[in-house]
């Protein structure tokens, strides 16, 4: 476990490298009221927590299919691991299993490799705009991003270890380190996911292997569910009987069965465990509050719906009146966002654009997002007002 | 001088490369005296944890909640009484150490400080180093994914 000396001598070092780094004031770099911060590797991130480390993507990032990995979201529920060494590391397999495994990265590596382009999204994300608001990190509209993720097929490893018919429930256990008495962050999938041909042993993003903070060296990569099923820095697979009983999956990342009035409480027995996204779409340009001028005017964002497909995005440039239709960007995958684009001749004014997208289950964005007492899977349709001269 | 803003930067050639100076001197003293990591690439410093707010728990919620996290976990929220409550009584089963006599205070001064009607608060951006706005190619696979 990570001590808080131990802490407290990193983050020395960290100011001394820092202090002693080149300055690079001139850079024209948009800085906001409050400050910014270095941490390498993450540029230009919302920091809602510094530690545990939880920075959010600002909307206007939000405008490639890829986003670069700097620009990707971080969610961590605990310490990051401080020790992370790829030839000590090891992924057991056990529980409900034949034949217990114990892997190395080399072996993992040997294993045929699959890609998938994923848009991962914290179940949390735009917890911020729930009124009441509700305790938990309060994310805006990015905690969101898509990669592509490679790595052995889940289902390929699983297969190796024999699962036995009473194997019903697979779960995850990573290395991040557990202050005071937390309960550890452990869930659990049902064994169809698990066995699904495009649920990953992630080990690389974007082509390159994992950053520290998206889950060295291994990360489960389960598409099309909230960011929390895909655990990071994995380490332990574990066949279950029963879904697994502990407080991330119980009273953790569960929805109400029936919508609720907002501020209402909801007993555990009346909720579900939360597993595929919504529908939503964001609009990452123009960005709220601004000042433009008339003229052509191109919005654009994301859209994306889990394990269903984005089927149409609407613009609305007068507060909901009328909805024009955008088009969609040319790259797509099963669980990736589309890209979208409206191209919009503007007139002086005030106005208030929305952005309203349809998936192929035929679940189109609210107007307004069914409130949950933790603040999940909020997917309102999008607004941002902004000013023509 | 930490607070210089851009515009005084910018003003011309010959200070800009004076308050260079002045800052990295400065940097390297102050990074050599004082384990608070402030940043001198930024024209605004900000330090890379935040402190609780002052009233008389302040330092009695500084031991019992920044042992495992940071303060703007707490500065972020906007709520009830009765929701800090709840997420007091959470935190001590998870570990947090707070006397029994402190609780009821503890929960005042949060629900005093992060209300609902409180004006939200702005977190800071990580500084954009040489690895931004580097899009990874979209080319090979698109649509091949499934």
Do not use: N, P, Y
């Given at each position: 476990m990570n001590s808080r000396r131990d802490f407290l001598k990193q983050m020395s070092g960290a100011a001394m490298m820092i202090g002693a780094a080149p300055l690079l004031i001139s850079r024209a770099v948009p800085v906001p009221q409050s400050g910014t911060i270095e941490i390498p590797g993450?540029?230009?991130?919302?920091?809602?927590?510094?530690r545990f480390l939880d920075l959010e993507t600002p909307v206007e990032y939000l405008n490639t299919w890829l986003t670069p990995v700097p620009h990707f979201f971080v969610r961590n529920h605990m310490h990051e691991p401080s020790q992370l060494d790829p030839d000590g590391w090891r992924l057991t397999v056990g529980g409900e299993v034949d034949k217990p495994l114990t892997l190395t990265l080399s072996e993992l590596a040997k294993l045929e490799s699959h890609s998938i382009v994923n848009t991962l999204e914290c179940a949390g994300n735009g917890r911020a705009l729930q009124r009441p608001q509700v305790p938990g990190i309060q994310w805006g509209k990015g905690a969101v991003s898509t990669a592509r993720f490679s790595g052995p097929r889940l289902r390929d490893v699983l297969q190796r270890a024999g699962i036995k018919p009473t194997g019903k429930h697979v779960m995850f256990r990573g290395l991040d380190e557990i202050p005071g008495k937390v309960p550890p962050f452990i869930r659990s999938i049902p064994i169809e996911k698990a066995l699904d041909a495009d649920t990953l042993i992630a080990t690389h993003m974007n082509g390159a292997p994992l950053t520290k903070h998206h889950g060295f060296p291994a990360r489960a990569l389960v598409p099309g569910w909230i960011g929390a099923a895909s655990c990071k820095w994995l380490t332990e697979i574990k066949v279950l009987e029963s879904e697994f009983a502990g407080n991330f999956m119980s009273p953790g990342y569960r929805f109400p069965n029936q919508p609720v009035q907002p501020g209402d409480t909801v007993k555990p027995e009346d909720t579900h465990p939360l597993t595929a996204l919504n529908v939503k779409s964001v609009i990452s340009g123009p960005l709220d509050g601004a000042s433009l001028k008339a003229g052509k005017i191109a919005v654009q964002g994301a859209a994306w719906a889990g394990e269903a497909s984005i089927v149409k995005v609407e613009v609305s440039t007068?507060?909901?009146a009328r909805w024009n239709p955008v088009s969609l960007g040319r790259e797509q995958a099963h669980y990736a966002w589309r890209l979208w684009t409206y191209d919009w001749r503007a007139k002086g004014g005030d106005y208030t654009i929305l952005s309203r997208a349809t998936d192929s289950q035929g679940r189109t964005q609210p107007a307004i997002a069914a409130w949950n007492p933790s603040g999940y899977l909020y997917n309102a349709v999008d607004q941002v007002k902004i000013h023509v001269a | 001088m930490w607070g210089q803003p851009p515009s005084a930067v910018r003003s011309g050639t010959a200070r800009l490369s004076a308050m260079l100076l002045t800052l990295a001197i400065t940097s390297i003293i102050l990074a050599a005296l004082s384990p608070i990591a402030t940043f001198a690439q930024n024209p605004v410093p900000v330090k890379v944890t935040e402190d609780l707010p002052p009233g008389s728990m302040q330092a009695k919620a500084t031991t019992s909640c920044?042992?495992?996290?940071?303060?703007r976990i707490i500065l972020q929220q906007r709520l009830s009484k009765g929701a800090w409550a709840k997420e007091v009584d959470k935190m001590v089963k998870w570990g947090a150490v707070v006397d029994a006599n402190d609780r009821d205070a503890l929960i005042d001064y949060l629900s005093t400080n992060f209300s609902p009607d409180r004006p939200l608060y702005e977190p800071p951006r990580t500084w954009i180093g040489k690895?931004?706005?580097?899009a990874p190619s979209t080319s090979s696979a698109a649509g091949k994914s499934k």
């Open positions: 993450e540029d230009g991130m919302i920091v809602r927590s510094f007068d507060g909901g | 920044l042992e495992c996290h940071e303060a690895t931004a706005e580097k």
